[in-house]
């Protein structure tokens, strides 16, 4: 059980583009979803948490109007990197906490989605 | 303020030697602490995790020993195997507030 998965799981783009990664809980309904950024061989930098149906929070430094987010569900929260460039380049992880039940206070993690913006 | 601090930041053991892995935390208000494995290009998985009311919780070869007065608490694997080499994070938390270590990556050599 808890099984979050992420699509695609590795993209490319050209500088400009826009990018929409998915995250979706597949066995569990989800309070609360976190989006990370990961730079090689670093630890997790949380980048926003978002409740369904309400604006995200975002961490301080990180654009609200780059990094857009969308929780449109209990199991469905996405981050659209807007005119992405070359430094948007990362490991993108996105986790999810369920809503009730024993695994209540963890979040579980997707297996990421790699961005290179040439 | 780093919130959660984690020693050491590599770690090389010999086959079916013990690792340990350790993290200091600041806020006692804290309530979960995970510990996460993680593997080069995978998310971070949930290995085990303990709250505060007990002093070690085991699973298996993972073991999780917390000291609540000294803020401390450890992750011991026992008969370290070289699957084990990845990179370990742990986390303290309170409700959904979440702080990571800075990860520690384990190398276990046959």
């Known amino acids: 059980g808890a099984v979050v998965s992420q699509h695609p799981s590795w993209v490319i783009c050209k500088s400009g583009t826009s990018v929409k990664i998915e995250c979706r809980s597949l066995?569990?309904?989800?309070?609360?979803m976190f989006w990370y950024r990961q730079f090689p061989k670093q630890s997790l930098m949380l980048m926003a948490t978002?409740?369904?149906?309400?604006?995200?929070?975002?961490e301080q430094g990180v654009e609200k109007d780059k990094f857009l987010i969308n929780h449109a569900s209990l199991t469905l929260s996405t981050l659209t990197v807007t005119s992405a460039h070359p430094e948007d380049s990362s490991f993108y992880i996105c986790s999810a906490e369920p809503r009730t039940g024993e695994g209540a206070d963890t979040q579980y993690f997707g297996p990421g989605t790699r961005l290179t913006v040439l | 303020q780093q919130q959660v601090k984690q020693s050491p930041q590599s770690l090389i053991v010999q086959k079916g030697g013990i690792s340990i892995i350790n993290c200091a935390y600041e806020?006692?208000?804290?309530?979960?602490f995970p510990w996460y494995q993680q593997f080069p290009g995978k998310g971070p998985a949930l290995l085990i995790a303990i709250r505060p009311d007990v002093s070690e919780k085991k699973e298996g070869r993972f073991t999780i020993s917390f000291n609540k007065s000294a803020k401390q608490f450890s992750l011991h694997i026992m008969d370290s195997q070289p699957g084990d080499s990845a990179t370990y994070f742990c986390?303290?938390?309170?409700?959904?507030?979440?702080?990571f270590g800075t990860g520690t990556s384990l190398t276990v050599i046959p």
């Open positions: 066995d569990f309904q989800a309070t609360t």
């Open positions: 986390a303290a938390s309170r409700g959904n507030q979440f702080y």
């Open positions: 978002s409740n369904e149906g309400s604006k995200a929070t975002y």
């Open positions: 806020n006692t208000a804290f309530d979960y």
